[in-house]
Every structure is written in structure tokens, then in C-alpha cells.
């Protein structure tokens, strides 16, 4: 090797090392290099990598561009341009270079996950995920490892499970085999087992940045909200920029309530990645909100100019429920539907949007045909089995008999704070929660996972299909420990509470299942079941599309099992706890909205106040399906939407039964 080809070589190698630590003395010595020798290419390659890390995506873009044959056309080069036009916002150029770069050079796992997070900006999920699995399987170099890679790459999660165990059990400490195995426990649901393990892999690797974006993703879908902002400022650190970061911290803080700080969060986002579909439909959500309707339906339909085939965007509209689109629009979701190459997701939001628009239309037999199909293609993702739902009805009656509340009666905590709204979905609870909302004393927060959360922890069931030991464990707990769990609950929602008034209110309907334990836990809180006629009830909650569980409002036959079980039990607390329970029937309190108010108030303990019977007057953030109509006066034309339907609701007044002649009344067992 000459004298002067080993100068020019330690001068690289000196280049490439600065560049990690000192990107701007990296830029020197890279035009040092080429001051010498004109357009040398890996001094080039170096001093655009040098540009963009001082934050000069474009001059990194045009020193790429001077690269000519192959060095233009290496995976290097390729990433190096893909990134810089990642942060010049161009997510078109940056996809289209990112996957030749992986092309080039399928063993460059940089690429495929810079890739998938282009992708997943863009609202190409099943391309991200692709990437992102093409990412894990070219990180790794132990052939054991390569061939659970490639099993996870292929979905034959059952061959790269087995194989993942195999290999930790030799070697337990192996961080990306962890992380491997957390990605398969995320996709089969079992989001503590995944959490777990990314836990551990963080501890033994803190600065595996890869498992700790995963970890605070697990941590937001286990609605662990506080977990999941402390994780996201820990990615921030390290990359403030970063689009996928900051959207996660955003969702984190609208769940939470925090809602104008996910606004200005989005925003900013936004305004660095103008082009993204899916944060432009997140910044909606975050607007509807907060009330922001017309500058939510502006971000929903900008979503949707930028990626037509967005389903989720187009149902986001149609659960506007006051929003009515126009003829262009639904010609529109004709055209995508019939598109072959969009995923099953995006087909049933259109399926459920297109049913929505065409029942405004009066057009009823084609719209129920849409929501049939969209209940069919989402019901596939949400196998739900109604015995399951009836054997654990008549568990909680076994538990919860008149001797065993009596015999737990007042050793709970104290704290009369919660208000909590139970009931089916789509029957009046968002209604209740904002009059009550609209009281000095009382706090609206949002459906809360608490609950749930204890009782998974009760039952000791970590993933599906595993057996639960709740309700029967509650028979070998200690009085102190239902006070125990009673101040768990309180802790555990404080963070929630933002306006400092003595109570708040807990809305997640499911919980009407654990009202025994609610009682016996916070024996001073209140309990107000919603309740609506049974056919108006089912029926809406078949033509909403949920975005998180609800498995059973998916088939017309499980829905109408699922109100007969949820009566049934609800009888029963009645029986067992007189009195702990107040009803409230959605169609009385259309009909004499004063009356009711009023016994609603007396029941919680609350002086009567005016601003309860307005409502609709209240700015507080909402954030359910119901957010929009609850900002308007009671109306009564809802009531009876059902009746349009009535052709098709066979087998829902069969699955009702009984209780479909007797309401509001139980049927007498």
C-alpha cells in the first residue's frame, strides 16, 4: 500500500470516528479530505452523514447527490440520502430510498427500521411491521437466532417461540433474543408477558434504545400511562425529533386528560412532518376532545387528502355523529372499498363509515349490509365466546351472595370520591357523566382501566385462555384487604383528577361485572348503572366500531346475550345490595330531563344546581363516541333509530329473551 493511500485511509477512519462523538469537527476533516482530493467518495458520503447530524438535512442532501455510480447506488449512500429526506419531511422520496437502501443490502438493519418508521408515518402499517420484522431478523447473527428471526419475520409464531425458548434457556441474558420474544408475545396479545421482558432486556442493555421504544408501547397499550410518558422522555433525550417518539407521548397525554399539552405536542409534530396521514387523524381525535369539532374535522379530512384509503380517518368523521357527508364523500368510500389492495382494517372503517352515511340517507337495507360486513371483518380480529360471558355471570352470583356482602359491609376504604357510571356501551353513559360533570363538586375523567386492572391482578390471569381465580379469590381476603385495594383504586386515579374537586366520576361501562367488588372495596362510592332499551342499546352498539375491545357488540346474537347477562347480574346486585345501585333509563331521562337530574344528584349526595341542566354548555374534553352530541341539548330522535332496522334484528331479539318484554323492569327469575 503507498505512503499516500494510507494517509487517505487513516484520515477516513480518524473521519468515521469523530463522527460519532463530534459530527461538526467530522465535517471538517471531511472537506480537509476533499479540498485534497476532489470528490472522493467516502469523504462525501461522510461529510453528508457529518450535515444532517448537525441538523442540515439539505446540504446533506446535495453532497449525497454528488456521489455518482456505485457509490451513489451503495446501501450506504442510500440510507445516508433516505435519512435526510426523512428530515426534510419528504416521506415519499425518504420511503422510496430506504427501501432500495434495504434492497441493496437486505443484512442492513438500520435501514429496514428507518424504513419502518417512514412507513408507519405514512399509515402503511403492514409494511411497517414488515420492515420492522426484517429489522430484527437482520440484527441478529447467531444462526439460532436468524432462524427464529426469520419464523417471526414469516407469523409462524408458534416455530419462533418454541425456538426463542430454546435459545434463552442457554443463554437467558441474550437481549435481542428478549426483545424477540417480547415482539411475539405483542402480537399474540400477551402484552404483560411482552412488558416483562422488555423490562428485563432494559436492565441488562439500558441503552437499547430499539426495546425501549417497544417497552413504552407495550406500557400505552396496558394503559400504564404515567410508565409511558417517563419512557418516551427517556427517547426524547436521545432523540428529540424523533416523529414515532413524540406521537407516542402525545397519545399518552390525551389519554390522561392532559389535553392541551397533546395538542401542542401534535402540533409540533405536524408542523416538522406536515405529510403524515395518521398524526393528522391523532391531532383530530385530540381535537374532537377537546371540543375543537370544526378544526377536528379539518384534520380528519386532511388525513384523508393525504391517504384517501385511511379507513379509520373516514369512520373518525361518521363518529362525529352529528357530521353528515356529502355525496361526493361517500362516492369516495365506494371507490376505496372497492380498491383490492388496501388492509382488512382500513375496508371495515370505510364498511362502518359507509353504513353510517347511508342510514343518514335513509338508505337502510344497503346501510345495514355495510355494517353486517364491517361487523364480520372486525368480529374476525375479536373472537368473543358468550358462554365465557355467562359462566363468569354465574360465578360473581355464586361469590356475591346476601351473606357475603353482608358479612364485608363497611370494612372497605372510606373514600367517597368515585362516582363510577356503569352499563353497556351506547346506553346513555356519556350523557350521565356530563351532567354530573357539569357540577361544581364533581370531576368527569374518562373510562378508567383500573378496575380492570386489579382484578386481573386478583385473578392472576396474565394472557388469554389462561384461568381466572377471580371472583373466588375474594372468599380467602381479609377485611384489610378490601381497604387495601379500596386505596389502591384511589391512589391509582389521582393522577387523573386535574381540577381538585371531591369527586370524579369512573365511566368504563364493563365495569358493571365487578360492581359487588366496587362495593365491598369503596363502600361510601356510588354506583349508576345507564341503562337503555334493550333493542336501541345492542343496535347502536353493533353500527359503532370500537377501538379497543367490545368483542361481543360484533354479532347481533352475542350483543343481545351480552344485555340479558349484563341484566341478570345487575338483578342480582340489586338483590344482594339494595339500594348501592342507582338506575338511570336513557328514555326517562329524555322524557323529563328535570326529574331525573334531580333524583340522579339526591342519589350521589349533591345539592341541585342549574349548570347540571345545561350541560351541553360544558368544555370539558370528551372522549368517547358520544363527544359531540353530549354538546347539545337532549334530543329525541335517537331513540327510536333501531325501528329502521327492525327487518334484520331477528336474531338479537331472540339471543334478548325475556328481558326484551320486561324493561326497564329484570325479568323475574
Known sequence: MSEKLATLQAALAHTARLLQSDPKAAEAQAREILRTIAGQPEALLLLGSAL????????????????????????????????????????????????????????????????????????????????????????????????????????????????LRAFLKDQPTDVTAIRMLAELGSRLGRYADAEHLLARALELAPSFTFARHNYASVLFRRSKLSETLEQADLLLARDPRNPAYRNLKAAALARRGETHEALELYESVLNDFPKQPKAWMSYGHTLKSAGRQTDGIGAYRRAIALLPSLGEAWWSLANLKTLRFTPDE??????????????????????????????????????????????????????????ETS????????????????????????????????????????????ILA????????????DIFAIVRRLGGKERPGQASAYPEVLASLADAQFAQLGKEYIERTRVYRKLGRPFFIDKMPNNFFHAGLIHLMLPNAKIVDARRHPLGCCFSGFKQHFARGQGH?????????????????????????????????????????EEEVRRLLA??????????????????????????????????????????????????????????????????P
Not at 457509490?71 to 427501501?99: C, I, K, P
Not at 362516492?331 to 364498511?351: K, P, S, V, Y
Not at 357539569?438 to 382501566?449: D, F, I, R
Not at 337532549?634 to 320486561?662: E, R, T
Open 438 to 449: 357539569s357540577h361544581s363538586a364533581v370531576e368527569g375523567t374518562m373510562e378508567l382501566p
Open 553 to 593: 357488540t360484533y354479532n347481533l346474537t352475542d350483543i343481545g346475550r351480552y344485555y340479558a347477562d349484563y341484566a341478570d347480574l345487575m338483578a342480582h346486585y340489586d338483590r344482594v345490595m339494595p339500594g348501592q345501585v342507582h338506575r338511570v333509563i336513557y328514555e326517562r331521562m329524555v322524557e323529563q330531563p
Open 52 to 163: 444532517r447530524r448537525q441538523g442540515d438535512p439539505a446540504g446533506a442532501r446535495d453532497v449525497l447527490k454528488e456521489l455518482t455510480g456505485p457509490w451513489l447506488r451503495s446501501a450506504a449512500a442510500q440510507y445516508e440520502l433516505g435519512l435526510a429526506y426523512a428530515d426534510l419531511r419528504d416521506g415519499s422520496a425518504a420511503v422510496s430510498t430506504l427501501r432500495r437502501a434495504a434492497e441493496l443490502n437486505p443484512k442492513h438493519p438500520h435501514a429496514w427500521r428507518a424504513l419502518g418508521d417512514q412507513l408507519t408515518l405514512a399509515g402503511d402499517d403492514a409494511g411497517a411491521d414488515e420492515a420492522y420484522a426484517r429489522h430484527i431478523q437482520a440484527s441478529v447473527n447467531d444462526p439460532k437466532l436468524l432462524e427464529a428471526a426469520a419464523a417471526l419475520n414469516a407469523n409462524d409464531l408458534a416455530v419462533a417461540e418454541r425456538l
Open 330 to 387: 361517500i362516492a369516495q368510500m365506494r371507490t376505496q372499498l372497492a380498491r383490492t389492495d388496501i388492509g382488512e382494517e382500513d375496508r371495515f372503517h370505510l364498511q362502518f363509515a359507509l353504513g353510517k352515511a347511508l342510514e343518514d340517507a335513509e338508505q337502510f337495507a344497503e346501510s345495514f349490509r355495510y355494517y353486517e360486513q364491517g361487523n364480520a371483518l372486525r368480529g374476525k380480529e375479536l373472537p368473543y365466546k358468550a358462554d
Open 391 to 434: 359462566a363468569l355471570v354465574a360465578r360473581l352470583k355464586s361469590v356475591f351472595t346476601a351473606d357475603f356482602v353482608h358479612a364485608h359491609s363497611d370494612v372497605g376504604a372510606p373514600d367517597p370520591d368515585p362516582i363510577f357510571i356503569v352499563g353497556l356501551p351506547r346506553a346513555g353513559s356519556t350523557l350521565i357523566e356530563q
Open 603 to 668: 342519589y350521589c349526595g349533591l345539592p341541585f344546581e342549574e349548570g347540571c341542566l345545561r350541560f351541553y354548555q360544558n368544555d370539558r374534553a370528551v372522549r368517547t363516541a358520544s363527544s359531540e352530541q353530549v354538546r347539545m341539548p337532549i334530543f329525541k330522535d335517537a331513540v327510536d333509530h333501531w325501528q329502521n332496522y327492525d327487518a334484520w334484528l331477528g336474531p338479537l331479539k331472540q339471543a334478548l329473551g325475556p328481558v326484551l318484554q320486561s324493561y326497564p323492569d329484570a325479568p323475574v
